[in-house]
């Protein structure tokens, strides 16, 4: 038996479909057990933030997907959700013998990196925002709790998923469709936009493949772009034409110094978008070798992938 945590949100929702299609019986943890689900998919009450109730879920489990997580709302939500419950969780699943354990967290615990360089999982991590520090705490809260027990467990670090049927995804479309005119101002940001079903792939080899134990994996699309790249990447798929416009880097220099200066001379904090304006590119692409050649990690070409979300949005 599998099972599934977040099975009802946007990845969940593509990983449940494609491992029904698998031999093995697949099962979702919910808080909400009555209501409507999928044929064929045992619903099981749990909470993670109640510890009590996961030993029960866990019942006959051989491996898990962590997936279960929250986006937004306050710091101390992020950090109960996505860390405290994290740590919750893989202790419940180490005490109730499950053999694979795989915790599915964000490359945003990477942050910002200055340059155009690709990430590997070595990079010095600067998660900053407070999603991010809560993705980064629960990677190391899963890490605590399972290093000495007897549960094999892997670390996905997914970047910028996309796909049709996301909300996000919908509205960047609208938006590309519509708007005509791009201004850009520094920094360039490099990306990694990364299809759903990519994610999926790789959970399914992470299930599947003996790799090292306590093993941290990224997982990205086959290709990283800037991001007025992916705009016009987008636009072509759409058969519209984005107009954009760049402001040089550099243009905005001696106007972030001197609000620098002004805030430190009032001892105020500056902001790291000051920070930002004054830097030529900020990268946020992984570097997914590890990945291709430690779980057999093939993404979807970006032309496909693209093809794809627009026919699954019409």
């Known amino acids: 038996m599998i099972l599934v945590t977040g099975g009802s949100g946007f990845v969940g929702r593509a990983l449940m479909r494609s491992l029904q299609r698998l031999d ?11 209501s409507r689900s999928d044929a064929g998919v045992e619903r099981r009450a749990g909470d993670l933030a109640d510890p009590k109730s996961l030993s029960a879920a866990l019942r ?9 997580g929250a986006l937004g709302g306050s710091a101390a939500t ?7 419950g994290a740590a919750a969780f893989a202790r419940a699943a180490a005490q109730a013998g499950v053999a694979r354990f795989v915790h599915v967290s964000s490359a945003g615990v990477y942050g910002d990196h200055i340059g155009t360089q690709l990430l590997t999982e070595t990079a010095e991590l600067r998660a900053a925002s407070p999603y991010e520090l809560s993705k980064l705490h629960g990677e190391r809260a899963v890490a605590r709790e399972l ?7 892997v670390t996905l670090r997914p970047a910028g998923v996309y796909g049709g049927g996301r909300p996000l995804t919908q509205d960047f479309l609208h938006e590309v469709r519509r708007r ?16 759903v079903s990519d994610v999926v792939q790789a959970i399914e080899c992470a299930l599947r493949v003996e790799q090292p134990n306590g ?7 086959a290709r990283a772009l800037a991001f007025d790249e992916w705009i016009d990447e987008v636009a072509r798929v759409l058969g519209v034409k984005a107009r954009q416009f760049r402001v040089p880097p550099g243009t905005l220099t001696p106007a972030v110094q001197v609000v620098g200066r002004a805030l ?5 904090p500056v902001p790291p978008q000051l920070v930002r304006a004054s830097t030529a590119d900020i990268s946020r692409m992984l570097d997914i070798s590890k990945a291709r050649n430690g779980l057999g990690f093939v993404p ?3 032309e496909e992938a693209l093809a794809e979300t627009l026919r699954a949005s019409e």
């Open 24 to 34: 093995e019986p697949v099962c979702v943890m919910t808080r909400r057990p009555q």
């Open 60 to 68: 006959d489990v051989r491996a898990v997907v962590h997936l279960a």
């Open 78 to 84: 992020l950090e109960a959700v996505n860390a405290v």
């Open 147 to 153: 290093s000495a027990s007897a549960t094999r467990w």
């Open 180 to 195: 005509r005119w791009w201004i850009h101002l520094p920094p360039r940001v490099w990306l990694h936009p990364t299809h």
């Open 215 to 221: 093993e941290v994996f990224n997982i990205a699309g």
């Open 264 to 268: 430190r001379g009032l001892r105020l």
């Open 300 to 302: 979807l070409p970006l």
